[in-house]
């Protein structure tokens, strides 16, 4: 799905919510921009591109479509085009059952939609800040850092990334 998908989405929502949507998209992609940019980080995204057709969620969550995900994705490409921000897509699957720690995937590590704990290793965190901490470590972001006296970069791999968490409880960035 191109950025475009996602707009065209949009025109078969009523005005008003749609016009608050595209702010709200706005506003989040604006700030998550400038804070990687702040802070020298790249932003890491699940490649959610099928879910608004509903090929990568369940019947239950086809509902969820009309979130803007596509929308929000383009406006972040978008500014951190321009502002010099890479920006790497992680494949989605398995974030929101992986320990962080050990790498166990198991259905039976989310103990709820917000609890999330590892039944191999006892690892217990927030369901969101556990899937994020996943994307930015399996993102891989080719610009090295670079120093903050603006001459050369530090050196390969210093790069840090700024993770964005996108999961039905809304869209929650990490740092």
Known sequence: M?????????????????RFQTDTSHCIAKRAVAKAKGTSNGIALEDLLG?????????????????????????????????????V?????????????????????????????????????????NAARLIRARAVVMQPKVSDSGNAPEAPGTSRLLSLAVHDSGILPHS
Request: aromatic content about 2%; hydrophobic content about 30%; some cysteine.
């Open 51 to 87: 879910i608004a057709s509903g090929e990568t969620v369940g019947r239950r969550q086809r509902g969820h479509a009309n979130c803007s995900l596509g929308q929000l994705r383009a406006f972040i490409a978008d500014k951190a085009q321009g502002a010099g921000v890479p920006v």
């Open 89 to 129: 897509l992680v494949d989605p699957r398995t974030t929101s059952c992986t320990c962080l720690e050990c790498g166990t995937v198991d259905k039976a590590n989310r103990r709820s939609q917000a609890e999330f704990q590892c039944v191999s290793c006892g690892l217990a965190a927030p369901a969101d800040h």
């Open 2 to 18: 191109e950025g475009n998908e996602g707009c065209r989405q949009l025109g078969q929502i009523p005005g008003r919510q749609r």
